[in-house]
């Protein structure tokens, strides 16, 4: 016990968490105030909201997304490579083996290099998810982040700081949270905690590490926004991610449907709000209020510099996704159409005139996520 009262002394030291002249005691709610104050336990709900999305993401696709994929059409087959032992370990050694390589299986096997070359990538597609799985997977988070996106702006239109981001700073850390605000960061946190985990057993991604150290961040971010009362800046930060995620899980659920059109629409619609949200907005209105009004109007703390530290990496990774996303958009305007999925491994042609290359970069990247 001792230990872990010497823990808690350490981890939640006033002078690094609180501006100076403010103490823990101070952040206490008193019932005779009307305010409520964010408190660390607070975010014990997170934990029962992260299961109860995760049931509520499998009735969803197996019992809404399916139906629908089913009836419009979505492929559930794969192409099942014929049993071959000896090309079965050429492709365990390396899925895309080398010419050299494919050569010397045409001497030890009675397959021309065209039958060796379909026969590698069909066992390359029997190792991919089938398009009935991707849609499920997208139709799941294009609801949720349509749902959550609609909720956001209904809980901030009548906030203050939405309007006037100096109004996040204004009296901190003495804020009242209401209770919209506090289930929008319950609910947010709980569907990353959700994503952190399932990432493993769903659709492997070109950039799995790069989405594995976005969903820490973001959950570091918001809990750590919470520990501070940063509550109305994090809810704005919630808000600006939101109003770009659903579209590129759109512009993916109408490719699965083979709605081209409707396709280069979304994720031209896309491009632009992500340019305009985690491009500009985010760095000239987000990052200039923590960075400059926050010290200003609240007083400054040491918890500033790692709650911008944890802003900055959020806007690495937007460039990096932005640089994926434009080459997907200069691949789609000179091929007239976007061929590929952004981020998911889309299958390989079956037909002879398909050479044996390397994937492209684009088809395994993402290019969202909050």
């Given amino acids: ?27 206490e ?36 997304a399916k139906p629908f994929a089913q009836y419009h059409g979505v492929s559930e087959k794969k192409a099942y490579a014929t049993p071959n032992p000896h090309l ?5 050694q390396s899925s895309y083996p080398s010419q050299h390589v494919v050569e010397q299986a045409v001497k030890q096997t009675d397959l021309t290099e065209k039958q060796v070359q379909r026969w590698l990538r069909r066992r390359r597609n029997q190792s991919r998810p089938t398009d009935m799985t991707k849609f499920t997977e997208t139709a799941w988070r294009c609801f949720f982040y ?9 809980t901030l239109y009548n906030k203050s700081y939405l309007w006037d981001v100096k109004d996040c700073w204004r009296g901190h850390p003495f804020q009242h949270v209401t209770n919209d605000v506090y289930w929008y960061y319950v609910i947010e946190i709980g569907f990353y905690v959700t994503l952190l985990f399932s990432q493993f057993a769903d659709v492997q991604r070109k950039d799995f590490w790069g989405q594995f150290l976005h969903h820490i961040a973001t959950i570091s971010l918001l809990c750590f926004s ?3 009362n ?17 579209l590129l899980e759109g512009a993916k659920l109408f490719k699965y449907l083979n709605k081209r059109l409707l396709c280069d629409i979304t994720f031209g619609i896309f491009t632009l709000m992500w340019a305009v949200t985690r491009l ?9 209020t923590t960075i400059v009004d926050a010290s200003a109007i609240a007083g400054f703390s040491t918890a500033l510099y790692v ?3 944890l802003l900055g990496i959020l806007q690495v990774l937007h460039c990096y996704w932005f640089v994926m996303i434009m080459t997907v958009a200069i691949r789609a305007i000179t091929a007239g159409k976007v061929e590929k999925d952004v981020r998911s491994a889309s299958e390989e042609s079956d037909d002879d005139s398909v050479t044996n290359h390397s994937p492209d970069v684009t088809n395994q990247s993402q290019s969202s996520s909050h």
């Fill in 280 to 288: 500009t907005m985010y760095p000239y209105v987000i990052l200039w």
């Fill in 29 to 64: 709610n008193n019932p005779d105030d009307g305010i409520y104050k964010a408190q660390p336990a607070d975010l014990w709900a997170v934990f029962p909201t992260a299961i109860v999305i995760f049931i509520a993401r499998h009735l969803f696709e197996n019992f809404v």
């Fill in 307 to 309: 709650f911008n530290f």
């Fill in 226 to 228: 919470w520990f501070v």
């Fill in 230 to 246: 940063f509550v109305r800046v994090g809810s704005l930060i919630l808000c600006l991610h939101d109003a770009a995620d659903y």
């Fill in 1 to 27: 016990m001792e230990l872990l009262n010497n823990f808690q002394d350490w981890f939640f030291n006033k002078e690094f968490w609180l501006a100076e002249n403010v103490t823990w005691k101070d952040l």
């Fill in 88 to 92: 079965e370990r050429i492709y365990r």
């Fill in 146 to 154: 349509v749902a959550i996106f609609i909720y956001g702006l209904c």
